[in-house]
């Protein structure tokens, strides 16, 4: 890629073999690489030469990974930091949410993920680096208030999903969606994708039940959007409406919001429509 030309890459990983790897590929792939083994070395590497990302494993001799990141985020602030682990327990998952990393990402991973993996990280916009408040971090209660971007959806979906990796993977796609659609429609209909209002987002877990609480900054969901749609769409084309916002970029509103509901046990609205929680019952 000519545009990561320019773009430091520091590999911390305590497995020789594998931390070699992975910099042979981002290498053939334009990118300049640092490597660090362990904690302390990766720190120093990070004050003599800086980074645009930090793949970051967290299970390091001495000084964890966890550690590391909360260090990396005084030393190189602006250095967008991938945490890669074996380690999948909900607490480790939220500390690396506490401590503002942009990814999560287990291991193993194919080769070729790699690299997409890191061209993804660095080609997203500044907005996606805008920090996430964290104000309950429990595996049973997480709570975050977020900034009305799509990126910070982004990857507020992919660690809440994260969070219920082991689901079925029919049940977990259907409460992705759901949760997604939900978070979106929020951003963009209340926030108005204005990066000075932030969303609060709640996800409760019990073992008979997933709870998520989205309020929302604004005039609410757009809930009316089906009902327009319905009426604006040629009786041959009934999704025109849905693709003409897809092209414009624009989430689907209403629409989305029904087919939400068909993923989804409970969807219950407040009065003022600009809270929403969504209930998905475990057998």
């Known amino acids: ?165 082991h689901l079925p993977d029919d049940l977990r796609d259907s409460v992705a969606q759901a949760f997604r659609e939900l978070l979106t429609n929020a951003m963009e209909w209340g926030g108005k994708l204005d990066a000075t209002r932030t969303v609060r987002i709640a996800c409760l877990r019990t073992k008979r039940m997933l709870l998520y609480r989205i309020a929302d900054p604004g005039e609410g969901f757009d809930i009316e959007a089906i009902r327009h749609a319905a009426i604006c769409n040629p009786d041959d084309d009934p999704l025109s409406h849905a693709r003409v916002r897809d092209e414009l970029g624009i989430r689907p509103g209403g629409l989305g919001l029904v087919m939400t509901r068909a993923l989804v046990v409970e969807l219950i609205f407040n009065e003022k429509r600009n809270e929403v929680v969504l209930i998905r019952y475990l057998d």
């Open 1 to 165: 890629m000519a545009t990561s030309s320019a773009r430091r890459v520091l590999v911390v990983d305590d497995d020789r073999a594998l931390r070699f790897f992975v910099a042979a590929l981002l290498e053939e792939s334009g990118y300049q690489i640092d490597q660090a083994a362990d904690g302390v070395e990766a720190l120093r590497k990070l004050t003599e030469h800086g980074a645009d990302l930090v793949l970051l494993d967290i299970n390091l001799p001495g000084m964890n990974g966890l550690d590391v990141l909360a260090q990396a985020r005084r030393l190189a602030p602006r250095a967008r930091v991938v945490m890669l682990t074996a380690d999948d327990t909900p607490d480790t998952l939220l500390r690396a949410v506490r401590g503002q990393a942009h990814r999560y990402v287990r291991k193993p991973m194919a080769a070729g993920r790699i690299v997409e993996l890191v061209n993804e990280v660095l080609e997203a916009s500044e907005a996606s680096t805008l920090p996430i408040e964290v104000v309950s971090a429990t595996p049973e209660w997480v709570e975050l208030v977020a900034p009305c971007s799509l990126e910070v959806a982004e990857r507020i979906h992919d660690f809440v999903m994260q969070l219920e990796a």
